[in-house]
């Protein structure tokens, strides 16, 4: 989620502040809850191409009806809508309009399924007969010079940066769609016990929501070319940390991380966005740039801006799933609950991984981009690997259920129990319809959309 946030304008003086901000994440037990983030690309159904913000009845127009009909609150930049807030959920634009809700925060999926739905039904009731939205992890026609620029003040700097640090950064930001969850944490061990345990099933969880072969209408030859092109945007602020396979790494490890990032820019009330770009916040804090001092608000907008497969703000986010249809949007939650929220359920999972090198573990991500379900490693196939995984978050899910009085949330695996036993995962469907289709757009689209 890309949102302006109000800034909290308190100078930075000390690094324990910064580390009591993670400190004021932590929740108590009962507290826990789940978010969830889903993008999804937005088509014109008059000709199949991507919808732009300016356009008659862009996005643009789109927001405004959502403000007037269904009582979105609107939040400006440079006089334009640019995000939408309600009940504690928020509607965004990623770079190339990829449309975004960020969930309020719930306790269980079946809120979660309830919410998503209430949210197609809004959209479509606008927008049917004129738009299309689907859901891939990539989008399989268009390259990011097609797709239309969002017209937010910190894309402009981001498409001025990022290029020159990846020879992928505009395939991530235009073309790519993902699915993610976001958890609370009670401690700060057990904030690391969490980040280490999803990253190291992370492989897995990328090859089970596999959902992007197609790159301008070819086959990639990768299940996860979203997974792929994260891996050539930003070495500096995406990948897998190597202080989070330790045992033992706290909130100050993950400080130390961020402190060395390059920074995109600040946001001051007067002026909005100031360019920043590949300045680290460590130098920042130190001797500020021009007039403007390091605070809160700052630190709080640089933490937004990384984006390791695992990241931590003041909840933890888990982000290696492609995006997929709404069975997949409902899933991922439900699986890193059962295996995240159940002690038991959470060290087991990383026990199928516990001895692993940061470079075998490496070896296992590329694996899962590749080939998905059908992966083979050295050990085990990715096929038994996701088995036993969804058996220790299906358990959780019981556990957690049976505890909560509710019904368990393990009735929204079930999809990814199919991928796990048939080995034909979202990315296989996609290609055989691609196939059966003739790469026809309004075919394609019909198909997957929502």
Known sequence: MSRDQLLDARLIEDHDQLLEHFRLGEKDKSQRSVGTEHEKFVFRRDDYQMLSYEEQGGFGDLFTQLVE???????????????????????????????????????????????FDAHIREIKALADERLAFAIWGVNPFFEPEQVPWMPKARYEIMRRYLPTRGDHANWMMKATCTVQANFDYTSESEAAEIMRTGLLVSPIVSALFANSPLRQNQNTGMKSYRGYAWTRTDPDRTGFLPFMYRADWGFRDYLEY?????????RRDDVGYIDLAGLSFRKFIAEGYGVHRANMGDFELHISTLFPEIRLKQYIEVRGADGGPRESVLALPAIWKGIFYHEPSRRAAAALFNAITPEDHREVFMAAYKDGINAKLRAQSMQELA????????????????????????????????????????????????????????????????
Request: charged share 25%; net charge negative; glycine share 10%.
């Open 69 to 115: 009909r269904f009582g979105w609150e609107a939040a400006f930049d440079r006089g334009k809508i640019a995000a939408l807030t309600k009940n504690g959920a928020a509607i965004t634009l990623e770079p190339g309009g990829q449309f975004e809700l960020s969930g309020a925060i719930l306790k269980t999926v079946f809120e979660t399924e309830a919410e």
């Open 387 to 450: 088995q036993a995984l969804l058996q220790i978050a299906g358990d959780g899910l019981d556990a957690l259920a049976l505890q909560a009085g509710h019904p368990s949330e393990s009735v929204f695996l079930e999809p990814l129990r199919r991928i796990a036993q048939t080995k034909r995962g979202y990315a296989e469907r996609l290609l055989e319809d691609f196939d059966e289709v003739g790469a026809d757009r309004e075919q394609l689209v019909a198909r997957w959309a929502l």
């Open 258 to 266: 961020l402190l060395d990032v390059p920074m995109f820019f600040i």
